[in-house]
């Protein structure tokens, strides 16, 4: 079974600095997604990112890009000229790519709390 | 256009009782899931809908829930006989395909309460 881990359960960075969230995983499968999730207290989940494992080129949307480091499984979140905005809990997610009913699934982390101070 | 929608958005029951939980995807999403997000914990998934049928329904932890889609758009997650461990907030996604690296787009999520 696949697992997903954050290992930083709080963080937090400075008004416009940069930041990188961590988030690791276990799969024997080749193919797969990975995504970053945003979860503000509106409790409503936005996407921040997604990755395909297939492709080596690391995902970047704005201020956002990943480190998709698929040897080590890792894939970190880094957020650059942070915006207090960015406040919220990250989730790293992930999706297997095999074509089957039961694999639609995302299996998520634990989440990391972000804070950024003014 | 609007977004995924659920209602309630906070529901209080006591242990025991029967509560029901409206999740309204987005128009012509095909794929929908429920997941559960306890305090402090990401969300696990409970039940995938693809059409009107349940693809995936290995993730409901016992026969105390269920879930339907019947027309194919509005799902209702059912509990039965609920505990103080039902309690959690309770999302919905949708997503035009389940294939791919489709985004799965959340509703707001309902809190649900078992006193």
């Not at chain 1, 999730?37 to 949307?61: D, G, W």
């Not at chain 1, 919220?88 to 982390?109: D, P, Q, V």
């Not at chain 2, 194919?72 to 006989?81: A, C, D, E, P």
Request: net charge neutral; hydrophobic share 35%; proline share 4%.
């Amino acid at each position: 079974a696949q697992t997903v881990t954050q290992s930083q359960p709080e963080m937090s960075v400075q008004e416009a600095e940069t930041v990188t969230l961590s988030c690791t995983y276990d799969t024997s499968e080749s193919d797969y997604y990975l995504f970053w999730y945003k979860q503000p207290p509106s409790r409503q989940m936005i996407l921040v990112i997604r990755q395909e494992a297939y492709k080596q080129q690391n995902a970047t949307e704005n201020r956002f890009s990943v480190n998709f480091q698929k040897a080590a499984k890792s894939f970190s979140l880094k957020i650059s000229d942070s915006q207090l905005g960015d406040a919220a809990m990250y989730f790293c997610a992930y999706r297997s790519a095999i074509n089957a009913g039961n694999n639609r699934k995302l299996i998520w982390g634990l989440g990391t709390s972000l804070a950024v101070n003014p | 256009g609007a977004g995924v929608s659920q209602t309630p958005s906070n529901k209080v029951t006591e242990k025991g009782k029967y509560v029901e939980l409206r999740c309204d995807p987005i128009s012509g999403h095909t794929a929908l899931y429920w997941y559960r997000q306890s305090l402090g914990q990401g969300p696990e998934f409970l039940i995938y809908f693809q059409g009107t049928g349940a693809a995936d329904d290995s993730g409901l932890p016992n026969d105390r829930f269920f879930a339907v889609r019947p027309e194919g758009s509005v799902s209702t997650l059912k509990i039965q006989r609920t505990e103080r461990g039902d309690s959690a907030v309770y999302l919905c996604a949708s997503s035009f395909t389940s294939g791919g690296a489709a985004e799965q787009f959340f509703g707001p999520g309902t809190r649900l309460t078992v006193l």
